[in-house]
C-alpha cells in the first residue's frame, strides 16, 4: 500500500505557497492519530501538471486573486472528476475579499458552482466529530479578522462525494505552526484537517 | 351327422386358425431372423431419410459418410441404431473440424452472459443466437465475448461444423467486501467496483480500532457476499473468517500485503517451491536504500 503524501497545489497566479507550515502540522497530526502510512514530508504539485493525479488531496491556499490557466483549469476539472479531492483555505478570512471572490469563481469555472455543505455531512464525523459544523478558527473569533463566523464550508460535489471543499475559515493560519507547538494547545485544532484528510482517503 | 352351419363353422375355424398360425410364424421369423445385410454411404444432407428407413429395416451395418458435423439429434438417432444391433461406421468426404462453445451468465452486476468458443482449423466461425449472428472470426480459433443479452441458444458454426448451447441461468450476486486501509488503493477500488454497478460494502482502517465502513456489513459468508477482497494488511484481524469463507467456497482476491498475513496462508498463493513469499516488514526495502553509504558519506 503506498503512503499519503500531502500535496499543496501550485498555481500561476497569487500566492500560493503563503502557508509553508501547514503541511508538516497535519501530517504530524495524520500520523498521531491514525494508523495511515503517511510520507514525513509533502511534496508540491503544479496544477497544470499530470502529476496532480498522483495525490487523492490537494490543498490550496493563497492571500491574492486566483485566476487559473487554462491548462491549470482543466486539470483540476479532470481531478475533481476522476476521485481527487481538493481542499482550497482562503488564508484572509474575510467575507468578500479578493482571494474569496476570485477563488470561488474560478472553481465555479472549472468544477461547477459551490454550495453551502450542510453541517451534518460526513465529513464532520470522518475522524473526529464536529456536531457544530467547521472548527471556528481563532481570527474568526478574536474579531481580528472580519469579526464574523463563517457557518458553513462550500463544496462542489460529484454525486454525494465532496470533489471540491472551499473554506473562508483561515484554516491555513490556525494550522500554520510548527507541530511541536502543538504541546501548547489545550485542543489540538489541527483535528478537523485529519478529518479532511480522512475523508478524502474514504470518500 | 353336422347340419350345414355347423360344417360352415369348422371351416371358418380351420382357416383362421391356420392363418393365426401363420401370422405367428411370420413374426417370430421377423423377430429372429438375422439382421439384413445393408451398407449404405449417404450424405448428411440425405440422412435423416435413411435413418428412418433403417429404423424400419434394422441393416446389419451403417456407413454414413459426412461432409460436416452431425447435430445432437443425428448423433442419437444413430447410437440407438448400434445398440439396437446394427454396426454403425462413419466417415468424412473431407476434413471436418472441431469446435466448442459455451454460454454462461457473467459475474458482473450488468446480467451479461458471456461466450466462450474454439474451432480447430482455419474456417471462418460464426457466432450467433436464435435473434441472428452476432459476430464472426475469419480465421477460427479460441475466442471470448460478452454479450449484454443472449436469445436462445448460442451457436458456433463454420463450413463443417455447428457447436450449440443453451446459456445456463443467470446468477445472483450479492455484495462485494472490501477490506483495506485507508488512502488511493481501497478508494478507487471501491468507487471502481461501484462504477461496474457491485453493491459494495468496506471496511476502511483509519487508526486502531477506527474503521469507515460503509454497506451491509455483518459476518463474512457466503450468503452475504459474493466475494471479500483484501487490500492489505489491516485484513489480518478478519483472517480466520476470511479463510473459512473461501473453504466454504467463497472468492478472495489477497492483494499487496494481504497475501502476507498468516492467518491467510491456507489460502495464499505460493511460490514453486511450495512457500508463501515472504518480503519483510513493510518499508524495510526503502530504510536499507535511506541508510546506503554513497562515497563514504550516508547520503
Avoid at chain 2, 160 to 171: E, G, L, M, N, V
Avoid at chain 2, 260 to 268: C, E, H, K, N, V
Wanted: proline fraction near 5%.
Amino acid at each position: 500500500m503506498s503512503e499519503f503524501v500531502f500535496a499543496t497545489g501550485q498555481y500561476e497566479s497569487g500566492d500560493w505557497d503563503s502557508a509553508p507550515l501547514v503541511p508538516a502540522n497535519l501530517i504530524d497530526s495524520l500520523a498521531k492519530y491514525t494508523s495511515l502510512p503517511v510520507a514525513p514530508t509533502g511534496a508540491i504539485v503544479a496544477l497544470a501538471s499530470d502529476d496532480l493525479f498522483r495525490f487523492p488531496l490537494v490543498y490550496l491556499t493563497g492571500h491574492l486573486p486566483v485566476r487559473f490557466t487554462e491548462a491549470e483549469r482543466a486539470n483540476v476539472r479532470r481531478f475533481a472528476d476522476r476521485g481527487g479531492m481538493l481542499f482550497v483555505d482562503d488564508h484572509n478570512h474575510d467575507i468578500d475579499g479578493a482571494f474569496h471572490k476570485t477563488a470561488v469563481e474560478e472553481l465555479g469555472r472549472a468544477v461547477g458552482k459551490l454550495t453551502q455543505l450542510a453541517n451534518t455531512h460526513p465529513l464532520y464525523s470522518s475522524f473526529f466529530k464536529f456536531p457544530d459544523g467547521p472548527p471556528n478558527t481563532a481570527h474568526e473569533l478574536n474579531g481580528w479578522g472580519d469579526n464574523l463566523v463563517h457557518s458553513h464550508l462550500l463544496a462542489a460535489m460529484r454525486g454525494d462525494r465532496i470533489a471540491v471543499l472551499y473554506s473562508n475559515k483561515d484554516y491555513s493560519s490556525e494550522w500554520g505552526y510548527h507541530p511541536d507547538n502543538k504541546r501548547f494547545l489545550s485542543i489540538d485544532n489541527t483535528k478537523f484537517g485529519v478529518n479532511v484528510i480522512v475523508y478524502a482517503l474514504t470518500r | 351327422m353336422p347340419s350345414p352351419a355347423e360344417r360352415v363353422r369348422r371351416v371358418a375355424e380351420l382357416v383362421l386358425r391356420a392363418t393365426a398360425l401363420a401370422a405367428l410364424a411370420v413374426l417370430l421369423w421377423r423377430a429372429l431372423r438375422p439382421p439384413t445385410a445393408a451398407g449404405v454411404s449417404v450424405a448428411v444432407g440425405d440422412l435423416t431419410r435413411a435413418l428412418e428407413r433403417w429404423t424400419l429395416a434394422g441393416p446389419a451395418e451403417l456407413r454414413v459418410v459426412l461432409d460436416k458435423a452431425p447435430d445432437a439429434r443425428t448423433r442419437d438417432w444413430i447410437r440407438a441404431l448400434a445398440h439396437s444391433g446394427s454396426r454403425a461406421q462413419w466417415a468424412a468426404s473431407r476434413p471436418i473440424r472441431g469446435s466448442a462453445v459455451i454460454a454462461e451468465p457473467a459475474s458482473e452486476p450488468s446480467g451479461a452472459t458471456r461466450v466462450r468458443f474454439a474451432a480447430a482449423g482455419g474456417e471462418p466461425v460464426s457466432i450467433g443466437d436464435a435473434a441472428g449472428t452476432i459476430d464472426t472470426l475469419s480465421r477460427g480459433g479460441a475466442a471470448e465475448l460478452e454479450l449484454a443479452s443472449v436469445a436462445g441458444s448460442v451457436r458456433a458454426s463454420g463450413a463443417t461444423f455447428t457447436a450449440a448451447t443453451a446459456a445456463r441461468d443467470s446468477i445472483a450476486l450479492k455484495p462485494l467486501l472490501v477490506l483495506g486501509a485507508a488512502g488511493w488503493e481501497s478508494k478507487f477500488t471501491i468507487a471502481a467496483l461501484e462504477e461496474r454497478g457491485w453493491r459494495v460494502a468496506s471496511r476502511v482502517r483509519v487508526a486502531p480500532n477506527v474503521e469507515v465502513t460503509q454497506g451491509p456489513l455483518g459476518a463474512i459468508d457466503t450468503a452475504r457476499y459474493s466475494a471479500v477482497i483484501a487490500l492489505d494488511s489491516t485484513a489480518a484481524s478478519s483472517a480466520t473468517a476470511i479463510a473459512r469463507y473461501a473453504h466454504d467456497g467463497g472468492g478472495v482476491i489477497l492483494a499487496g500485503a494481504s497475501a502476507r498475513i498468516g492467518g491467510l496462508s491456507s489460502i495464499a498463493p505460493r511460490d514453486r517451491r511450495g512457500t508463501t513469499r515472504h518480503r519483510g516488514p513493510r518499508g524495510a526495502d526503502r530504510l536499507r536504500r535511506d541508510m546506503a553509504l554513497e562515497n563514504g558519506r550516508r547520503r
